[in-house]
């Protein structure tokens, strides 16, 4: 085949690129989106997309890789929306580009849907692999909607200029057609949470700098022996990073427990292991606090917020948890005291079940406790002095 076939599911069309393509495609070149989360060239002219063009119809000739350009109606017109390609080497794999005015009307996954449909069956693919630089949120959303199972990161393995970066990377088998193929994980929603005295929401970028502090606090390395020394901005850049990640993987949602006044990061709280097949609708609680948020009430108050959150049912905006535990070191005292705060009952204490410490050099027991989504849990009591 040396020319793209038309495919169409109605609303998205892939067709062969034409001269009529160009401004949408120098739109593209020089969106900042593009520029952040690509190596396309932003100072290409007219003449470089042009020449583009005969490369892709250089490509098709070659049945080594299929480009096509993705129409979609804009105020009733058919117009530019972007570009799909598959490729056979160096692995069978899939990109995708799409306009700014294209973006957030669920586009790209239909292209995606077409074009891995027609890979599968009509080019005899084997498998379609994805990757992106680590977190391009909005590529994964994409391929995640489409049913591609994420297969990990991979550290510095895609160039961005004169670095490397690490990758997202997913990958996508022959089977039931792409378009009625369900997502591989359920994505979780992040809503904001308003709680007692604390307001829960999404990490941002203005939290680094008190995240590093929390994470090279004494007494957060005293008791928590995954954290690394020192935690520095990386640690934090990775962390923000992955949020949404593991929200897409079904495996937990994480807060910022931020003052309700200034919005100031006080510590973080999240409901993990939620994608655990053992317990499908079960989960664990982590939290932590700054230094200079403890003693007021904040983690116990966030504990409680989410803890309800996490027990109301999906149709009803929450996460549909029927049990969720809590984990800490039998010397833990503040901790512990947040569980029982929030109504969470001690069920286990295995021996020598952790380390913590300095240099994580203290075998201790672990306290383990439970909540069930029918225990009761305990009304608000306003700021309990002492507690983290």
């Known amino acids: ?17 034409t001269g009529s393509d160009v401004p949408g495609m120098l739109e593209v070149y020089r969106d900042p989106v593009v520029h952040r ?6 100072t290409s002219g007219e003449g470089r997309a042009r020449e583009w063009i005969d490369l892709a119809r250089r490509r098709w000739a070659t049945g080594r890789h299929h480009v096509w350009a993705v129409e979609a109606a804009c105020d009733r017109r058919p117009r530019y929306a972007g570009s799909i390609d598959l490729r056979r080497d160096p692995l069978p794999s899939v990109g995708y580009l799409l306009a700014p005015w294209a973006r957030g009307r669920g ?34 959303r994409v391929a995640h909607a489409c049913g591609f199972r994420f297969e990990g990161v991979r550290t510095r393995a895609l160039r961005a200029g004169d670095d490397l970066v690490d990758a997202w990377t997913a990958v996508l088998l022959p089977g039931t057609p792409v378009a009625d ?26 939290d680094l700098a008190r995240h590093v502090e929390a994470g090279n606090d004494p007494l957060a390395r005293w008791w928590s022996a995954t954290l690394p020394v020192p935690y520095t901005d990386d640690d934090a850049r990775r962390w923000l990073r992955d949020h949404p990640l593991e929200r897409s993987l079904g495996s937990g ?27 499908p609708t079960g989960g664990e609680v ?44 039998a010397d833990n005292t503040a901790s512990r005291r947040v569980a029982e705060r929030a109504g969470f009952r001690l069920w286990g ?32 009591t306003g700021t309990v002095g002492g507690a983290p």
């Open 286 to 329: 982590g939290y932590r606090a700054h230094p200079d948020a403890r003693g007021r009430g904040v983690v116990s108050a966030a504990v409680r917020r989410v803890v309800r959150h996490a027990f109301t049912p999906v149709a009803d905006g929450g996460m549909g948890r029927h049990r969720l535990q809590l984990g800490a070191a």
């Open 1 to 17: 085949m040396t020319v793209p076939p038309v495919l169409t599911d109605g609303v998205v069309t892939l067709r062969a690129h």
């Open 349 to 380: 204490r295995p021996r020598a079940d952790g380390v913590h410490g300095t240099e994580n050099e203290i075998v201790d027991d672990g306290v383990w406790y439970d909540l069930l989504a029918t225990d009761p849990i305990p009304a608000p």
């Open 253 to 279: 949602v994480g807060w910022v427990i931020a003052d309700p006044d200034d919005d100031r990061y006080l510590g973080t709280v999240s409901v993990f292991g939620t994608d655990r097949a053992y317990t």
């Open 107 to 140: 586009l790209a996954s239909r292209a995606l849907r077409l074009a891995a449909d027609w890979g599968f069956d009509v080019a005899g693919f084997a498998a379609l692999h994805w990757d992106c630089r680590a977190g391009h949120v909005a590529s994964w």
């Open 37 to 42: 989360w690509t190596s396309l060239d932003p």
């Open 181 to 206: 193929r369900p997502p591989a994980t359920t994505w979780w929603p992040h809503p904001v949470l308003d709680g007692e005295s604390v307001r829960l929401r999404p990490p941002a970028g203005a």
